[in-house]
């Protein structure tokens, strides 16, 4: 059963139904084909699982859709915005689109505060003071308010992590994607990263969510996508996905991780 999912804030309503567009999308590494004609249509406020087996271009996917990657052939268009080398259109797309990554990539030498106040102040340049308290506003929604003025290296990877997610939502994405979040964590910490992205699923986040974590996918996700050497094997539902898998490849994939 997924989850029940309340009417978007106003700050994540996109612009367009269709969030995100990969048409015919390849990309090579050099002479290595990474990327096999992507075909990916996410709709507004949908929420998709990726998996797939280690080395099959999961990552490449989700980071060519905030141009961490560039592809070579086919179209990307995020939010009715294509993605091209306009610069500036590429800033665009990153500002209404965060990012979480499998080791939080935050800044060791700045507090958890200023941690999430930097890309607001600079790239938004809201007075410090509102970005304070927006960081704040996001630092109780991850429940670690306590934590502001401590430095990451502190924090437990748990906190670690959801203080990325916060740092995310202090610029009001409308899209999020998660490159395995929690699988850098200890067991323990996995359950309070998960219920934190729970919690925007069900506030109505566009979300595409790399991780192996098949409960947050029953749970959560509106479609499940397999990948394996560069392409999308399979695409369904999480009751059909699990229960009627397609490909012998997915297959083989579900009987080693569940
Ligand atoms: P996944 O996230 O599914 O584990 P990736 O997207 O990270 O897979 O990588 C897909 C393939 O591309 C892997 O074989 C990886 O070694 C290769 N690859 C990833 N990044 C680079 C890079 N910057 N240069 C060359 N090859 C890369
Ligand atoms: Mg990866």
Redesign the pocket.
């Known amino acids: 059963m997924t989850t029940q999912r309340t009417a978007p804030s106003p700050g994540v309503t996109l612009k367009t139904e269709t969030a995100v567009e990969m048409l015919g999308v390849h990309k090579w ?1 050099g002479e ?1 084909h ?1 990327l096999r004609d992507i075909n990916l249509k996410v709709q507004r406020g949908e929420r998709i699982v990726i998996c ?1 087996p ?7 996917m989700i980071r060519c859709i905030n141009r961490l990657e560039e592809h070579q052939q086919g179209r990307i268009v995020v939010d009715g915005i294509e993605l091209t080398n306009d610069l500036k259109r590429i800033d665009e797309i990153r500002r209404d689109v965060g990012m979480v990554f499998q080791h939080f990539n935050l800044f060791p030498h700045l507090t958890i505060l200023e941690n999430c106040t930097l890309a607001p102040i600079w790239v938004k340049k809201m007075p410090k003071k509102d970005a304070e308290e927006v960081a704040m506003k996001y630092l109780k929604r991850v429940k670690i308010p306590e934590q502001a003025n401590k430095y990451p290296g502190q924090l437990s990877g748990g906190q670690q992590q959801r203080v990325a997610i916060a740092r995310s939502l202090c610029m009001n994405p409308k899209i999020m994607l998660f490159d395995e979040p929690t699988s850098a964590l200890d067991p323990e910490m996995v359950k309070e990263v998960l219920d934190t992205m729970v919690g925007l699923a069900e506030e109505g986040m566009t979300m595409l969510c ?1 991780t192996h974590e098949m409960g947050f996918a029953r749970q959560v996700a509106d479609r499940v996508i397999f ?1 394996d050497y560069g392409q999308i094997v399979e695409m369904n539902t999480p009751d059909e996905f699990f229960r009627n898998p397609q490909h012998e490849r997915t297959k083989l994939f579900l009987s080693q991780i569940l």
């Open positions: 590494y290595f990474v797939g280690s080395g099959s271009g999961k990552s490449t790399v990948m």
